[in-house]
């Protein structure tokens, strides 16, 4: 496959184990200058040379949507890999892969970084520890790296400086400014690539193939308006606001102005919305809006000719509709092979918000937008005139004003909005190329840009505190101040009962409003409630429970709003249906007069991680076998990397070649040894006599159950079935020991003890008086022997069959305070990972 230079430096440099800070201009391939370098280690297969696996990290679901569909159309048409890689996606929307076990996963940076702490979104937090050593053994990719929250841009950063030691990684953005740049590559110790001039016009001209694109951009006084945006009209054009109200407001002027509504509300469609709200694959869900774009071409094609259709994108739309839009607008302002006169739809305009900003590969000939940071305005532009050859406009208009002053909601940095009107002014009527729109960003973000890193510096100490809480006791309560600050509130539309209900409110979709737009609409809610007679307008759920520690379900108290100053005390809320307004076509309405039928519609649910597995009965040994075989399959290839790294690294951090695996198979072996207890032998008899007759003639890892009468009996079994895995650590230290020589590794040897005791229980640090079955020495032997061959069975030797007063904790690992202590966790997460992965997997 031919790349640009500029491509071929990234993966030159990744290959030499250096990570990479990149800037380039919207659409110039920076996916494929992240994914080639995966791609041709893969086709390599040298497990030691680069990851097996690439964690895509995006800000958005509609980015993580379109790279899966763009990248299996580059796998299945262009690319000729001897093995396919497994490309999935993990967000929200999409919960595909929530222990992110794809090779090719893209995800959004609330699901990687909550994972990449401890506290993950996708899982239990009685499996918390689980995706930590994903990141750590995956090439890692953050995309729109600006567009990231600024606390999330601090945990990244402070975690790659520590993770980056072993996972490579590549951070990009189109507009980083220089200081950015130079400066996060330093921190980081990776390398700084800024595209040049000359290889950006021979990219924006494929070569002199075409002409050079050209983007030409006006300022503009007034603010946006349905008057401005068709007098530069022609075929494809976008705007671009800030807010959702004023994107409503512009939307309605066009209509008004004779543009006639893309009809995506219209009855037909109903069962493609349904279809793609039980859609469970990304195959079947991307089928499903293909029939859904190909009927709405087919519907308007009836137009007179000349129509110029309107739809309006923004976040208040319910899922399956805001889906639709957005694969409509790809279909219609997408790449394409032929030139205009291949559009499907003649005349299309497109108003919308920031989803449009990124993750949409789409372009137009006019672009208009409100003042916006010099990122998000550059990014908006590299909607218009996206392809070569392609000639457009981008017109930049001033905000509203309130008290006035330009009102630049939802954006907080006032100066450097002002500073990017400054600069654009200046190059009023020019055409911008790359490195003019660079010289804007820099104006405006540089010293903004210093001073979030110089208060990232000063800050440290507190960051990694929080980064030490989330990753060695699960607190979830960081996530506002590492990842994302929850800001905005849910509204479901409703009818919230009087008094006390069982049935809880998360069941339904609501829409997500920025707390102040709530908090300002809270008194307009009120009068117009009391005006037409409503018991009540807003009312937020307040849970209650009759006794504390009772399994009856959570029952829900909703309490009227009765002041603005109410939205503080909840992050859910309920509107009366009468209040608001809904339809495909223009979306969620708060206050707007209605005739009260719309509802919010129940959420499909998906079980969090919580997969249901039936067991066979098995022995000890059978058990860390088939273990064995999941771990050469799926996990060897991915710890070979991490592995190789380490043996790379000099000092602290550096481990012998193929001591990390030792210590892994030592830990698949032995991490059951608790279930080897007498009590617990005693139970599994007990057990597997009452379901099926006969009592097994071994020593049991699992026993048979499949069905909830087995789970039944389990529960009723007496003695009751005792805990193991801190036992069977205490059990196991001495073999580690021995057998990782601790005493000249002691991090892994305190990892593996303590992978053992929390595969289970990610925090569990006590462990019970055990006594070990007089069998147990020759079970151990079995899977010592399985797992690594003949000669490990001598160290059965220091298996510690029974302890009388344990102490657990001393043999766990301390909290982490330095380099070795650091090392030490890290090498738990990768161990840990594997051996609980392996150990679910052995079942399937």
């Known amino acids: 496959m031919d790349l640009y230079e500029y491509q071929k430096r990234v993966a030159r440099r990744l290959r030499e184990r250096k990570s990479v800070v990149l800037q380039a201009p919207t659409g110039s391939g920076k996916t494929l200058a992240a994914l080639w370098p995966f791609f041709e280690a893969w086709d390599r297969n040298q497990p030691s040379a680069f990851p097996r696996q690439c964690l895509y990290v995006v800000p958005m679901r509609v980015l993580a949507n379109q790279f899966l569909s763009e990248t299996r159309w580059l796998i299945r048409e262009r690319l000729l890999l001897a093995e396919v890689p497994r490309v999935t996606i993990q967000t929200g929307e999409h919960p595909h892969d929530p222990y992110l076990m794809g090779d090719l996963a893209f995800a959004t ?151 006639r509504p893309v009809p995506v509300d219209h009855p037909g469609l109903e069962p493609i919305y349904e279809r793609l709200r039980q859609a469970d694959t990304p195959e079947e869900h991307q089928g499903v809006l293909e029939e859904g774009v190909a009927w709405l071409r087919e519907r308007m094609a009836d137009a007179p000719e000349g129509t110029s259709w309107v739809m309006l994108l923004h976040s208040r739309f319910e899922r399956p509709h805001r889906q639709l839009k957005e694969a409509f607008l790809r279909a219609e302002c997408g790449p394409r092979e032929e030139d205009s006169r291949g559009w499907e739809i003649s005349r299309l305009l497109v108003v919308g918000t920031q989803v449009v900003e990124v993750g949409l590969d789409v372009t137009s000939q006019a672009l208009h937008t409100e003042l916006a940071p010099a990122a998000s305005v550059i990014q908006r532009a590299g909607r218009c005139a996206r392809y070569p050859g392609e000639r457009g406009e981008v017109f930049v208009y001033q905000v509203p004003e309130e008290d006035g002053r330009p009102r630049y909601v939802p954006y907080e940095e006032t100066e450097v909005c002002e500073r990017t009107w400054e600069a654009l002014q200046e190059r009023d009527g020019e055409i911008l190329r790359f490195t003019d729109e660079q010289a804007v960003v820099d104006f405006a973000h540089g010293e903004a840009d210093r001073r979030l890193l110089r208060e990232m510096r000063e800050d440290a100490g507190r960051t990694w505190m929080l980064i030490t809480d989330a990753l060695t006791l699960g607190e979830t309560g960081v996530r506002p101040e590492l990842i994302r600050s929850v800001d905005s509130r849910t509204l479901i539309v409703y009818d919230a ?30 009068k117009r409630a009391e005006e037409v007679g409503l018991p009540w307008a807003l009312r937020c759920p307040i849970p209650v429970r009759e006794e504390e520690e009772s399994r009856t379900p959570m029952a829900y108290r909703w309490v009227d709003v009765v002041s603005p100053e109410d939205v503080s005390s909840a992050l859910l809320f309920a509107v009366h249906p009468r209040l608001v307004a809904y339809d495909a076509a223009q979306g969620f309405r708060l206050g707007a007069e209605s005739d009260g039928r719309y509802r919010s519609p129940e959420v499909r649910r998906r079980r969090k991680g919580e997969e249901t597995y039936t067991y066979a009965l098995e022995s000890y040994a059978e058990h860390v076998a088939k273990m064995r075989r999941v771990f050469e399959r799926r996990f060897r290839d991915r710890l070979a990397w991490v592995e190789a790294q380490l043996a790379r690294l000099e000092g602290t951090w550096h481990l012998p070649p193929g001591l990390l695996e030792q210590a892994t198979r030592l830990v698949l072996a032995l991490h059951d040894v608790g279930k080897l207890q007498v009590e617990w032998q005693e139970w599994a008899a007990n057990y597997q006599k009452r379901v099926s007759g006969v009592e097994p003639p071994f020593l049991v890892a699992h026993t048979w159950s499949e069905t909830e009468e087995h789970r039944r009996i389990a529960r009723e079994v007496h003695p009751k079935r005792p805990n193991h895995a801190g036992e069977g650590a205490l059990a196991s230290a001495r073999i580690l020991w021995e057998a990782l020589e601790g005493k000249h590794h002691r991090p892994l040897y305190l990892a593996a003890v303590t992978a053992i005791a929390r595969h289970h229980s990610p925090f569990l640090d006590e462990a019970s008086p055990y006594r070990l079955h007089p069998q147990a020495e020759g079970a151990v032997a079995e899977a010592l022997e399985a797992v690594g061959g003949a000669d490990w069975r001598a160290w059965v030797q220091w298996l510690l069959r029974e302890n009388r007063v344990p102490n657990l904790k001393k043999r766990l690992l301390p909290m982490p305070s330095d380099e070795a202590s650091w090392k030490a966790w890290v090498l738990y997460f990768v161990m840990v990972r594997v051996l609980r992965l392996s150990d679910m997997l052995s079942q399937e």
């Open 109 to 259: 940076l609330d699901q990687v970084l909550s994972s990449a702490l401890g506290v993950p979104y996708s899982l239990p937090i009685s499996k918390a520890n689980v995706n930590v050593g994903a990141v750590l053994g995956s090439y890692l990719v953050f995309d729109e790296f600006h567009l990231f929250p600024p606390q999330a841009r601090r945990a990244t950063l402070h975690l790659l400086s520590l993770f980056g030691r072993i996972a490579p990684f590549l951070l990009m953005t189109a507009t980083f400014s220089r200081p950015m740049l130079e400066e996060v590559a330093e921190f980081l110790g990776a390398v700084p690539e800024l595209v040049p001039e000359g290889e950006v016009e021979w990219i924006e001209s494929r070569g002199g193939k075409w002409p050079r694109r050209e983007r030409r951009f006006h300022v503009r006084g007034e603010v946006l308006s349905a008057d401005a945006v068709l007098a530069a009209h022609d075929r494809r054009t976008l705007a671009v606001c800030n807010t959702v109200d004023r994107a409503m407001e512009l939307y309605r002027g066009l209509v008004k102005q004779g543009c």
């Open 497 to 526: 009962p009087d008094g006390t209900t069982e049935e809880s409110p998360f069941r339904y979709e609501g829409f997500s409003l920025w707390h102040g737009t709530l908090r300002g609409a809270v008194k307009g809610l009120l």
